[in-house]
């Protein structure tokens, strides 16, 4: 069945919210693109006509899709070489979704999206719609064929996996900025005094570099310990210089809502550090380095102006 320019429209203003849906249940970007491009297939193969709610209808598939395909993920990530975090985007994709709420930008922040992977996909869904786009479980149980007492004890089971116990602190794009300029002219003293003042004691630092690039196929933990690597990571050594084509950029961003560093050769992204911080410190150095998690980030990366690096290292 033919697609006419209205239902491209629809489907084209739907999509925001389709990614941003996708990614917080996917935790990958690109997982999440190919989710939504196998939503529009599907609208364009159905009967629109019969259709009382496109809306109702892409979320439903879209998210049945991405529940599916949770499944065969975590028999990928059994396998997946290293430690795996959740692939960071960038401050103004649209695919972080809404952000007026603490619960919305909590939802999309690298630690959630971690704990998520404790939740059953049907957890994972509910949770979701729920916390993160304010569905009715009403709906929620529509979308995924459950009843609407169901639904909100699923809802209540998967806030009790996902408490942690720890709230992040809030961060705007300046505030972001500031912390990303300290981390960094603290790590480029070559002494690990500085970083201790900005980490919390059980500060952990973990590095997915999924078997394309070095990474530590255990966390670090405690503080010294992670100052120790991260005094390292900024090190220079040609044998570093020799392993990414060149010397390495560091710029200041925001990934998932928390202060990011961004390492960039030659216009390209090759790693993001994303900070977790707490009203205590630095509680989390979350790195992402495994190019195939990278595209989208260093798309939104090069179509926006950054001025120049805070620190060039390597």
């Not at 693109?33 to 439903?60: H, I």
């Not at 408490?163 to 705007?172: C, F, T």
């Not at 150095?285 to 060039?312: C, F, I, M, Q």
């Amino acid at each position: 069945m033919g697609l006419t320019a209205t239902d491209v429209d629809l489907f084209e203003a739907s999509r925001p919210r389709l990614e941003a849906i996708a990614y917080r249940l996917l935790g990958s970007a690109s997982e999440a693109e190919d989710a939504v491009q196998e939503t529009f297939l599907r609208w364009q193969s159905t009967d629109r006509e019969r259709l009382d709610v496109p809306e109702a209808w892409l979320t439903k598939v879209l998210t049945n899709l991405c529940l599916n395909q949770l499944t065969s993920a975590r028999a990928r990530r059994e396998t997946y070489v290293g430690q795996w975090l959740p692939e960071p985007v960038l401050a103004g994709d649209p695919m972080l979704g809404p952000a007026d709420t603490f619960e919305q930008r909590e939802s999309v922040s690298i630690a959630v999206l971690t704990l998520m992977e404790r939740l059953t996909p049907v957890e994972r869904g509910v949770y979701v719609l729920r916390e993160a786009f304010a569905y009715p479980h009403r709906e929620i149980a529509q979308i995924l064929d459950l009843t609407e007492a169901s639904s909100q004890q699923i809802y209540h089971r998967a806030k009790q996996h996902l408490a942690d116990g720890r709230a992040r602190k809030a961060i705007d794009e300046a505030a972001a900025r500031r912390i990303v300029e300290e981390f960094l002219e603290a790590a480029a003293t070559g002494k690990t005094e500085p970083l201790l003042a900005l980490l919390t004691d059980d500060v952990v630092a973990i590095g997915d570099g999924g078997g394309k690039v070095p990474a530590r196929t255990s966390p670090f933990a405690g503080a010294m310990a992670v100052a120790k690597f991260v005094r390292g990571l900024v090190k220079p050594s040609e044998q570093k210089r020799a392993m990414v084509g060149g010397s390495v950029d560091l710029y200041a961003g925001v990934a998932n809502g928390a202060p990011a560093v961004l390492a960039v050769v030659d216009g390209r992204v090759i790693g993001v550090l994303v900070l977790e911080v707490t009203e205590d410190g630095i509680s989390a150095v979350l790195s992402a380095a495994n190019p195939d998690k990278l595209g989208r980030a260093d798309a939104y990366w090069n179509a926006e102006d950054h001025g120049k690096p805070l620190l060039t290292a390597w």
